[in-house]
Nanobody, 126 residues
Framework: QVQLVESGGGLVQAGGSLRLSCAAS????????MSWFRQAPGKEREFVTT????????SYVDSVKGRFTISRDNAKNTVYLQMNSLKPEDTAVYYC???????????????????WGQGTQVTISS
């Protein structure tokens, strides 16, 4: 049984930082591309960032470039999202997602992912 469990969300002031973690189990983690999505109230789920299974390729949505950093530790089956210079518009539920594949392909659609976590709330106050 595959499980993705996010943690690290919370309430911070604008300009602050948070580090999200997503711990995976029940899958061969090093064979999966991992991504973070977010969903704000009344909005569709939005792609934020992705990292290849070896960690050598990353991609970010323009709105977080230079502020967010995705990383992974395959020995710990965990993917991280370091979020700096947070803005009120970053407020959302953040989800990690996993998709298998031997080659990296940029996947921005939620429907392209096989497994999802339950989400962690991030709230940024102005």
């Amino acid at each position: 049984q595959v499980q993705l469990v996010e943690s690290g969300g919370g309430l911070v002031q604008a300009g602050g930082s948070l580090r999200l973690s997503c711990a995976a189990s029940g899958l061969t983690f090093s064979r999966y591309t991992m991504s973070w999505f977010r969903q704000a109230p009344g909005k569709e789920r939005e792609f934020v960032t992705t990292i290849s299974w070896r960690g050598d390729i990353t991609s970010y949505v323009d709105s977080v470039k230079g502020r967010f950093t995705i990383s992974r530790d395959n020995a710990k089956n965990t993917v991280y999202l370091q979020m700096n210079s947070l803005k009120p518009e970053d407020t959302a539920v953040y989800y990690c997602a996993a998709v298998s594949g031997s080659t990296f392909g940029l996947r921005k659609k939620p429907s392209e992912y096989e497994y999802w976590g339950q989400g962690t709330q991030v709230t940024i106050s102005s």
